[in-house]
């Protein structure tokens, strides 16, 4: 599987963890995200990794900053995205099972390692259930907002 991540300098320490996590479970990871904690811009991370998963060279992406909320925002602006900010497990797991999200996005001021590990894994091996979940995902790619 092939993910893609990103993450700005609030994200950086949680993200090294991860990386080595899903590396050691043989996942082709991307690394779109800066590799230090000096600041930069989180757009700057998300477009990257939303541009990998429009091109289909990767399966999922992970993004993380301080509270998510912001790369979430930045990511939903792409029509093919569905990202989803997780600081349980069980979030994780709807937002797969009944969203169909793409990309986790990780609030890392707010996460253990621990938790973050166990959040992506959920995230990453639970499927889409379909059904009257997938009539509603037409419904959000189709109907505008009046």
Not at 43 to 58: H, Q
Not at 79 to 86: D, F, G, H, K, Y
Not at 105 to 122: S, V, Y
């Amino acid at each position: 599987m092939k993910i893609a991540i990103g993450n700005d300098h609030a994200g950086f320490q949680l993200k090294q963890e991860l990386k080595s996590l899903l590396e050691e479970l043989d996942y082709n990871i991307t690394n779109f995200g800066t590799d230090s904690e000096e600041s930069v811009d989180y757009p700057d991370c998300v477009y990257p990794v939303v541009k990998a998963l429009d091109n289909k060279e990767a399966d999922f992406g992970i993004l993380l900053c301080g509270s998510a909320q912001g790369v979430a925002i930045t990511a939903n602006k792409s029509e093919n995205i569905r990202a989803a900010v997780c600081w349980e497990t069980e979030i994780a797991m709807l937002a797969r099972k009944h969203n169909d999200a793409n990309v986790l996005c990780l609030p890392a001021r707010f996460l253990t390692e621990r938790k973050a590990n166990a959040i992506t894994l959920i995230f990453l091996n639970t499927a889409f259930d379909g059904g009257r979940h997938f009539r509603r995902l037409q419904k959000i790619n189709s109907t505008p907002c009046e």
